[in-house]
């Protein structure tokens, strides 16, 4: 992988050891073609010739707090600082997406016990009236009664909301949830 950096001022070229970057095997190769030293916005231009502009800010946190997130991040094996603040940011901008009434995506996960009276007839029905919205199912056999069902959504939030409330009124579900997702159009 070849990233090029542009910005206004000096000309540097850095070699990274990827494994010690957390990039896999490899060396990774990044020409600064000149970054401004006084400014903290740059640009990436990665092999495929695509430019992704980065800016770099400053937070000021309670030490604890602070303590707390790299441990989080830790354990989620997460690579960087920047990475795990970026997916916070994207998840806060998924909520917004969600309360503004946007065209969202998301999944929503169904268990149940298939021998339960009527219930694959009901959901099957559920399913058919929200065609507009329910875009593909998978249906999983967990084992010999239990079933895990996952319904990919698209559509607006008051749609896929209502959806779920026709789910969780089906008599003999054990598990109902949404995972709240995005169209990913108006994320970078």
Known sequence: MYIIVIGVSTLQAVRIHAPQAGLGLGYLNIALVSINHYCNSFYIKTGDGENMALMRFSVSLDEGLVRQFDAKIKMDRCPTRSKAVGDLIRSSLVQTEWRAGDEVAGAIVLVYDHHKRDIVKKL?????????????????????????????????????????????????????????????????
Do not use: F, M, Y
Request: charged share 25%; hydrophobic share 40%.
């Open 124 to 188: 099957t029905n559920v399913q058919h009236d929200c065609h507009d919205a329910i875009i593909s199912t998978q249906h999983i056999h967990l084992d010999h009664d239990n079933c895990l069902e996952i319904l990919a959504v698209r559509g607006k939030p008051g749609e896929i909301d209502a959806i779920v409330k026709c789910l969780k009124a089906v008599k003999g579900l054990k598990h109902v949830s949404l995972a709240a997702g995005t169209t990913g159009e108006r994320l970078l």
